[in-house]
């Protein structure tokens, strides 16, 4: 292992970009990314749309490609990769997508054994056992055979969730947990993640968010991308009470200050 220590946690370093650059055609998206997410901890990157924060979640389950750069998965390079290996390497990554992504035309019970059916060769009692006790720890036993149109906003991305982790991965990636949530459910999906980080201390989660009340209810580490760099990382402290008037605008979401709509 390379011993590399993330800055902000003083934890071994699970995933690290080096310079990654990454254009769509003209587009210019990643401009030499530098970022270290900690092993076993909940690391949070915000900034406004555009700015790459998708992109990266990419780049890590070989999704894309950098144009230049390095990104390490511990010790090894993926942008050295063959897809082959990259495949692999996706086999390690659990994801909750954005919204929830689930098969309409599967009950929760089907959505969430379907990795396990498609990749793992557990027999079918395995997998009966292995959804209902994830199905538990989420709060969704006795919903097996609802489909998703019979759930709410909320209970979707608690099946998004159920599914992500079935298969036991070594990093779970949030895209936008709590978009389209209320309050209240929005905050229930905080818990959920937190509960899941404490429960499964192993795990490492990478968190994309706008919901800055959730940011800093969750993270360990907050990474803040502006064109396609970091321009601030810290913990949540340390963006709470920043004077700097970029962060204080981004949190408040207030429409006066340097970053113009």
């Known amino acids: 292992m390379s011993g590399i220590l993330d800055p902000v946690t003083g ?21 030499g990314l530098n970022l270290v997410v900690p092993r076993g ?16 979640l990419k780049h890590i389950m070989g999704l894309l490609r950098c144009d230049s750069g390095n ?11 063959s897809d082959a290996a990259l ?13 929830a992504a689930l098969f309409d035309f599967m009950n929760v019970f089907e959505n969430v054994a379907f990795p396990l059916r498609e990749h793992t060769r ?7 056992e292995r959804v209902d006790t994830l199905l538990g720890q989420v ?35 949030y895209d936008e947990p709590t ?7 929005a905050a229930a999906m905080d818990e959920l993640i937190l509960h899941t980080a404490h429960a499964r201390p192993e795990i490492t989660s990478i968190v994309i968010s706008h919901d800055m009340h959730a940011v800093l209810h969750i993270a360990d580490k907050v990474a803040m991308l502006v064109d396609g760099v970091v321009y601030d990382e810290g913990d949540r402290d340390h963006f709470r009470n920043s004077e700097d008037p970029l962060i204080k605008q981004f949190l408040t979401g207030s429409l006066d200050g340097p970053m113009k709509v």
Do not use: W
């Open 71 to 81: 990104i390490y998965l511990g010790d090894d390079d993926l942008t050295k990769m």
């Open 179 to 185: 978009t389209g949530l209320d309050p209240i459910l």
């Open 139 to 173: 709060g969704l036993r006795g919903s097996e055979l609802k489909f998703p149109s019979e759930l709410s906003g909320g209970m979707q991305k608690r099946v998004a969730l159920a599914r992500g982790l079935v298969r036991d991965p070594e990093f779970i990636l």
């Open 87 to 99: 495949r692999k390497v996706r086999n390690r990554f659990g994801i909750v997508f954005q919204h």
């Open 11 to 31: 934890l071994p370093a699970a995933i690290r970009y080096v310079d990654v650059h990454k254009s769509f055609g003209p587009h210019h998206i990643l401009r």
């Open 122 to 128: 557990l027999s079918s009692t395995q997998i009966n």
């Open 41 to 56: 901890a909940c690391t949070v990157i915000i900034g406004r749309s555009g700015t790459g924060k998708s992109v990266t």
